[in-house]
């Protein structure tokens, strides 16, 4: 650090300005307002930019590439090299550190000298920082005057600066830096700080601001990266391999809803969809000869928006061969189990999820709750012949007898998903097991008659709930190709709401198509296979014990990233020449 007349100066901006004089506002003078601050806050920014011109501060340094590596550190390891070591009102005998951080709050005891917290994330580390004039390395005045008491003035809270000096222990025992040169500001914050605000603020929907605000925004997202670490090195280790298939595609399948529908500049005739979900993908590749795969990765589904929805969310789904429902359920304890003891390490495991995950004593399984069997206890009387034409009238009487709610498109798959969720999902507060739901709700899984009441097709396929939601889906897949392109045609059909007259007056835009490429796939020949799928967000957000769906993404959900969108066409361009 220089420490000549013009050391004050040059420590703001590593320029000097003989051999670099300053032009007016330089690289100020293309910053645009976004006209969503108020008329001080416009006011604000233009007072800043002057205040760091006249300092000297010109051009936003680089990186400080002439800085041996040894000499510097993050605030995390200087407090951890240094937590033991030093009594009070002594600084350490070693060569000065470099120490960079974003100033959180600054204190002034006079002209000569200056306090400065700096905090660094992730884990709000935080670090005093002391700048004393009678202990720079070299003279401290400049021809404008006191180089600490310009700095004191010209740096504010959200500053981004980069500081040289020595270990020290204040008189009050807390650790600190002592600058050896007036710091260097690296990144200013030309924005007023903030320090709180409302849903209804311009910087409600800004995740950076939220961020810098609240620091546990950064705790949880550090926290949703360790749980997809612990994911990844579970399957890793059980031998399954991790791939990435196709998110456009001519058809989406995989799950019944709604898609995404977009157009390419170089198939412009051609309708693409957005995945919904990589299942088609992912068993294309066992039918190709692989054994275990596994993927993480965005889907989408055109669809509402809520505290646990969002139209764009990460999956993980796993094919394995050979591997049926039992022990599908067996390996996804062992998952959880090996993420949660991950997690409880670091101290962010939610107590609540941790307890409705352990085991019973004497317990090797969470509960199950078998789907026809419940309904029917629950109902006092059973359910009718569901693959009967008249299967859907007959659960309409039902729930008219009992004075149910009947949603709005009332299929057969809607009207069974509506009393599980009123009668079965309740029941699930601790991870519980619903399994062998109607054949219906299930099209890309193997079927067979229920044990007990074998007029009712049921799916070879469980569901884990936790805290009443739905977080893990796993079956055996349907490897025939005739009985899957069955189960195609059955959706269709399902998803045609007829009037008395028997005209189709409505249909169910979110059924499952009949994808012809798919089961042509089939017709190679797809071993016997288990098939799993996890929602990401909805574990990271049980794991974490969050509300909300938007406090485990980065920057929110759809309405979030959207904001200020304009309805409009987009002209489709040509390929380039």
């Known amino acids: 650090m220089p420490s000549t007349a013009s050391g004050a100066v040059m420590s703001y901006s590593h ?80 060569e000065d550190q470099c120490v960079r951080g974003r100033v959180d709050a600054k204190r002034t005891a006079g002209s000569h000298l200056l306090f400065l917290d700096l905090v660094e994330q992730p884990g709000n580390h935080k670090l005093q920082v002391v700048v004393e004039r009678n202990k720079l390395a070299g003279p401290d005045t400049t021809a404008t005057g006191n180089g600490v008491k310009r ?29 050896r040169a007036i710091p260097t500001l690296l990144s200013p914050c030309l924005r007023m700080p903030v320090t709180d605000f409302g849903p209804d603020s311009d910087y409600a929907h800004d995740r950076h601001v939220a961020m810098r605000v609240d620091p546990s925004i950064i705790d949880g997202l550090v926290a949703r990266s360790r749980i ?39 198939f412009a005739n051609r309708k693409l969809s957005l995945r919904i979900a990589p299942e088609l993908w992912l068993k294309r590749l066992i039918v190709g000869g692989m054994n275990r795969v596994y993927e993480i990765g965005p889907s989408f589904r055109n669809e509402g928006i809520d505290k646990t929805h969002n139209p764009e969310f990460t999956t993980c789904e796993f094919y394995a061969t050979y591997m049926p429902v039992g022990e599908l359920m067996t390996l996804t304890r062992r998952l959880i189990s090996f993420a949660s003891n991950g997690l409880l390490q670091t101290g962010q495991l939610d107590a609540s999820f941790h307890k409705a995950t352990m085991l019973a004593e004497n317990e090797s399984s969470w509960p199950t709750i078998d789907f026809i069997s419940a309904l029917n206890e629950a109902l006092e009387l059973e359910l009718p012949d569901l693959s009967a034409p008249n299967a859907r009238e007959a659960l309409l009487q039902i729930f008219q007898s009992k004075n149910l709610p009947i949603p709005a498109t009332p299929t057969l798959p809607r009207l069974l998903d509506k009393l599980s969720s009123i009668y079965l999902e309740p029941r699930c507060t601790d991870a519980t097991w619903i399994f062998q739901p109607p054949e219906c709700l299930s099209p890309l899984a193997k079927s067979f008659p229920h044990p007990k009441f074998p007029n009712q097709r049921v799916a070879a396929r469980a569901e884990l709930f936790i805290h009443n939601k739905e977080v893990v889906n796993c079956y055996e ?41 798919y089961i042509k796939a ?50 489709i361009k040509g390929p380039r020449k």
């Open 151 to 179: 700095f004191g003035k010209l740096v504010e809270r959200g500053d981004t600066i980069s500081v040289e000096g020595k270990a020290y222990r204040t008189t009050s025992g807390e650790l600190s830096l002592s600058a």
């Open 228 to 266: 997809l670490h612990h994911v990844q090195t579970f399957f890793n280790n059980a031998d399954f391999i991790n791939v990435q298939t196709p998110i456009l595609a001519a058809a989406a399948g995989g799950a019944i809803a709604r898609p995404f529908q977009t157009t390419a500049t170089e």
């Open 477 to 517: 897949e349907e490897n025939s190709p005739v009985e899957q392109r069955r189960k195609f045609i059955d959706q269709q059909t399902f998803a045609k709401l007829p009037s008395e007259d028997g005209t189709v007056v409505e249909e169910d835009d979110e059924a499952m198509q009949i994808d012809e490429d």
């Open 522 to 571: 089939l017709e190679w020949g797809m071993p016997p296979t288990g098939g799993w799928g996890c929602g990401i967000d909805r574990l990271c957000m049980l794991m974490l014990g969050k509300d909300r769906i938007e406090d485990v993404l980065s920057f929110g959900n759809l309405r979030s990233v959207t904001r200020g969108a304009d309805k409009q066409e987009m002209p």
């Open 15 to 94: 320029t000097s300005t003989a051999s670099h004089p300053i032009r007016p506002f330089s690289c100020f003078a293309s910053l645009r307002q976004d006209g969503s601050s108020s008329a001080s806050s416009d006011a604000y920014i233009t007072q800043r930019q002057q205040a760091l011109l006249n300092a000297g501060f010109n051009d936003y340094p680089r990186p400080l590439a002439h800085l041996q590596r040894q000499r510097q550190c993050t605030i995390e390891q200087f407090k951890e090299v240094h937590k033991d070591t030093l009594q009070p009102n002594e600084t350490a005998n070693t």
